[in-house]
Each structure stands twice: as C-alpha cells, then as structure tokens.
C-alpha cells in the first residue's frame, strides 16, 4: 500500500512565522504535489515537483515555497505565514504524470 | 467558464438508493478521469480511474465517461450510510502532471 505522511495534523502558527510542512512518500513515486483545500474553492495545486530538485510553480503560488532535496521527502514553506493561509494543505505523489496521485491525510493549518 | 463543473449539492439519498454523480468538462484533450472520494478530515482516495470513454464497475460503483458529451459519472448503487463523503472529479489531458479537479460534491446516505 502507498503511503503518504504529512508531519502534522493540525498547526496553529502567528502572522509572519516561518512555517514548515512536511511530506514523506513510501513508494519511490517520481512526482510530488502540494494542494490547499478550502471550502467552495476546491482543491488547488500550489507547486509540485517531478524529480529531486526539481520544482515547478502550480495554479497558487505566490507566498509558498517549496523543497525536495531527496525523493521521498517535499517540503512545504510559507516564509512569512498570513491569515489568508490558513487552509487545509494536502500532500500527493503518483508514479507518473498520468498515473493515481495518492493522497496524505492533510495538515490544517491556522494562522492568527 | 472552468474547465471541470461540478455541482457542490449536498445529495441527500435514504439508505439503498441509486445514486448519480456527474461532472462537465470543456477540453477535449482530457483522457484520463478519476474519482475521488473524501471522508471528513481525510485525504482524497483514489475511487475509479478511466481512460478515454466507456464505463467501468467495481463493485457497487460504476464510472462512465461520454466523451462527445463531455460528461463523466459516478453511479453507486445501494448507496450505504458508509458512502457519505464528498466526491470529487479529475481529470488530465495526459500532456502534463497537473490534475483537474471538480469542487466535489457532498453526499449523505439517510439510514
């Protein structure tokens, strides 16, 4: 079975925190994919990552950055964290670029 | 116009009925089409994965795609309480990583 952790369930940070969140991935899936999920938006695609090191900017950028040093592992970065991040995040990774993504459990990150 | 609509609801259904799910689409590249399904709280699992047009069943579930229609379905027959969730739509043109996603619709089976 697949499996995907995120490092958190739920986080509480302030305005202006560096805020980290982790994704591992078990199956030496090539791709990774970070979304946020809020309600009436859906979920929307905030980078996503196809190789180690590789990176490239999803529908929501702005505010977010990203890591993948090895490829199990994508990292998550919200530099200065704001109100309006406070969201569900949700991690994927899938084998290929058509292929299933599987999914984490999600992180619910609020921001005061 | 998104590329994928999907109606929010919520469904309401008792116990046992048939229930009927759907999601419009307006690119014609799309190929491949998936089915999601979200418990509250939970991450989205993977449902039912279709290439090109045609229907297939598992189980309780049927997916269904027509292609010149630009309609996809998720039938689920003798709906249990254990199936309410949201239920979302993707779909990829197979040209590039990203999925596209439906906003889901949520379902609640009455026992």
């Known amino acids: 079975d697949v499996k995907v952790t995120q490092s958190s369930r739920y986080l509480v940070k302030r305005t202006g925190e560096k805020v980290f969140l982790e994704c591992v991935q078990d199956m030496d899936h090539e791709n990774m994919f970070w979304y946020r999920q809020d309600p009436g938006l859906g979920l929307r695609l905030i980078y996503f990552s196809y190789d180690v090191k590789m990176k490239e900017k999803g529908d929501i950028p702005e505010g977010y950055s990203v890591s993948r040093e090895k490829k199990e592992r994508f990292s998550l970065i919200l530099e200065s964290a704001s109100t309006n991040q406070t969201s569900m995040y949700l991690c994927a990774s899938s084998a290929t670029a058509t292929d299933t993504q599987y999914f984490g459990p999600g992180t619910r990150l609020t921001v005061l | 116009q998104k590329e994928v609509e999907q109606d929010p609801g919520p469904l309401s259904v008792p116990e046992g009925a048939i229930v009927s799910l759907n999601c419009t689409y307006s690119n014609s590249a799309f190929q491949y089409f998936m089915w999601y399904r979200q418990y509250s709280r939970k991450g989205p699992e993977l449902l039912m994965y279709t290439y090109s047009s045609g229907n297939k069943e598992d189980g309780r579930f049927t997916a269904q795609v027509d292609k010149s229609s630009k309609y996809i379905s998720l039938f689920i027959r003798d709906s249990q309480p254990s199936d309410s969730a949201t239920y979302l739509c993707?779909?990829?043109?197979?040209?590039?990583?990203?999925?596209?996603w439906g906003l889901g619709t949520s379902l609640a089976v009455n026992p």
């Open positions: 993707a779909m990829n043109a197979g040209n590039n990583r990203k999925l596209i």
